[in-house]
């Protein structure tokens, strides 16, 4: 049990280390998990384990992005643009990162901070998926005390974020109550990485969880490319997202797996393939949408609206 302690340090020089400025603060945490880590460990050579979990956390250090954004009128700052940077430490199987500070969350600073944080988290959840290291995220906001250099991660949002971590039965990933996940549907259907879900827990855990984060962005992308006949190769990969996405799940299925492994990967499995019909369609109906539009402006001699851009490289 922890017990206060008023005992001061002779060495006064770490503790002022340790009380600089911006380590104490409200962030949004993700903690990860690599699942299947202790199975791996027996059936494959540790350096093929490190160099699979290297390469998959690596992604992590290219969390960062310019990002003009603009929020609804009446909120004192209606736009704001910049850099952002997310912040990771891997230990073993465990992977944590973080945002900078957040002093209001409806600051265009911070919403943007917000949204990235939680579009890289899903896009991370599907590249290391198909890349043979499947994860499972818990992500929660609040107050807490970060110090990288010395190793010391203490706040109740890292425990929030284990707990949620720990309770899925899945692949996925899923977010505490404390990050007020309902307000992120005002970013629009296909803007937000939250939806709204009914998420499987393992029996013995309280939680309800009804928010996960939709990583199927971009195979969904994919499906799009092709229907407009972008080749895969054309933004650097062999084949389209949402055929790796597919081949991803027959390997991980293959061979002796006990009932509960196999459950998760099902679970998994049905959440995606809802995620791409769901918004496939949405687009679909966009997409015709958009072609009426165009064809009455073009009647009426007016400029026709824009498509949206898709950016490609993911």
Known sequence: MYVSSKISLSEGRFMTTLSSANRLGYRYIAMMDILGFRDALQRYPILEIVENVARSFSATKHFECSVSTSVKPGIRQTSWTGTIKHRSALFSDTIIVWTSNITDPELGRDRAIKLTFLKNIA???????????????????????????????????????????MAQEWVGGALHPNCSPAEMFSWGRLASPVVEYQIPVKEGFELSLGYALDWTEVPREHVMFRRRGIKPEEFGYPIYADEMLNHAFKRYTQGVLSESVR????????FTQIQM??????????????????????????IAPQSPTITPGR
Not at 263 to 270: D, L, M, Q, S
Not at 279 to 293: F, T
């Open 263 to 270: 459950e998760k990967y099902r679970n998994a499995e049905i």
């Open 277 to 302: 019909e769901e918004k496939a369609l949405y687009c679909l109906r966009h997409d015709r949408d958009l072609l009426k539009q165009m064809e009455k402006n073009k009647g009426e001699n007016r």
């Open 123 to 165: 896009d991370f959840i599907f590249q290391s998926f198909v890349c043979g290291v499947p994860i499972r995220v818990g992500v929660a906001f609040g107050q807490c005390y970060i110090h990288k250099s010395a190793n010391i991660f203490i706040g109740q949002p890292i425990v929030d974020a284990h707990l949620v971590e």
